[in-house]
């Protein structure tokens, strides 16, 4: 948003500045085509997520060929418009429903990417000490590696981000143990939706001293945490799992957040044996998996509609006024065309 609030994104996109950038996240009418369809915007059609390479910006890797620019105009790249469930469309119309959960495969099928790489590196990481205490072979070791990794998981930070990747890790795996830590109220719709979704345990980050609230987050596992995921954004979740000792000895570090640095001292990294990975994306078929979950949940609850016209006529004032600041909805949509859904759907 800030690039383009500079001019800085002129080049890449359609006359007009004084509007947001951003890959589409939502369903999209396509005439030429008669149908709805879900625009995929990062990953593209890659066999695999880490094709980022040294001669690619990072702007040109996360909107190149897919950006959705409101999709108003159709600015998409057709072998990228990917297919609905049936049973959402009655009388050529979307349901509205349907229509708020498909804000979300975006996010969603990140975190079905990084449930897949925690999976793989955790595997990885402690099959050899699993198969030694198991008394197992390689192929039973890693399968119960892919378990053992979440056993005690801290998900620090709450916004839509942190509640999928709950969601997610507690329907592949349902006997972790899973710890929310944000700055909400225990009490508030965001923090019991969350849980209610992914049936963990709240700590709410509002301690005077950080190695108290790493005391009360252990307390909660009932243990060091086998994996610390963070997507709250701030420095606190390097400090809380590396200085404070909340991630436990051959744990994994999964950094999803952007900004924040992580820093660590080495003495206790290197023997404590943890692996820190960041990787942000996901192909195509994690996309097609999202859409199927999301039409299934009950999602659309957490998602509430401002006019197209008021966005329109100030898409940056509306972000900062309406869809990110404080008492904002946890999701903000704009239905595009009120022709084309059925709004009691």
């Known amino acids: 948003m800030m690039m383009g609030k500079r001019g800085e994104l002129g080049p890449k996109f359609p006359e007009g500045q004084d509007r947001l950038i951003n890959g589409h996240e939502g369903v999209v009418w396509v005439p030429s085509q008669d149908r709805f369809a879900i625009v995929l915007i990062r990953g593209g059609d890659s066999l695999d997520p880490t094709r980022y390479t040294e001669e ?27 297919a609905i469930p049936e049973g959402h469309v009655h009388d050529g119309r979307l349901d509205l429903s ?11 099928a990140c975190m079905l990417f990084q449930l897949e790489r925690m999976e793989d590196l955790g595997s990885a990481h402690l099959f050899r000490r699993t198969a030694r205490r198991l008394g197992c072979g ?3 070791a890693r399968a119960a590696a892919k378990e053992e990794i979440f056993e005690r998981t801290v998900i620090f930070g709450l916004g839509t981000t942190g509640m999928f990747i709950g969601d997610i890790i507690r329907q592949a795996h349902p006997d972790a143990r899973i710890v929310f830590v944000a700055r909400s109220p225990e009490d508030s719709p ?4 969350a849980l209610r979704q992914a049936g963990g345990t709240y700590v709410r980050s509002r301690h005077d001293r950080p190695e108290d609230l790493a005391a009360e987050i252990c ?6 945490a ?13 400090e809380i799992a590396f200085t404070h000792r909340v991630l436990g000895c051959n744990g994994l570090y999964n950094s999803f957040s952007l900004g924040p640095k992580i820093t660590f001292d080495t003495m206790p990294f290197g023997f404590e ?30 998602v509430e509609l401002i006019g197209r016209e008021e966005f ?14 404080k008492n904002a909805p946890m999701k903000t949509a704009v239905i595009w065309n009120r022709d084309k859904i059925n709004m009691e759907g």
């Open 56 to 82: 690619e910006s990072y702007f040109e890797y996360g909107c190149d060929r897919a950006d959705g620019l409101f999709c108003d105009r159709m600015y998409v790249n057709p072998d990228m418009l990917l």
């Open 98 to 108: 349907f229509a708020k959960k498909m804000v979300f495969p975006d996010p969603f």
């Open 138 to 140: 390689e192929e039973e």
């Open 190 to 193: 965001k923090v019991q939706f």
């Open 219 to 224: 307390r909660a596992l009932g243990g060091r």
């Open 226 to 238: 086998t994996a610390f995921i963070g997507v709250s954004g701030s420095s606190a979740e390097h």
């Open 273 to 302: 044996n943890h692996l820190i990975f960041g990787s942000i994306n996901f192909r195509q078929d994690h996309m097609e998996k999202a859409i199927q979950m999301l039409a299934r949940s009950s999602y659309d609850r957490i």
């Open 312 to 325: 329109a006529a100030d898409p940056i004032g509306a972000y900062e006024n309406r869809i990110y600041c």
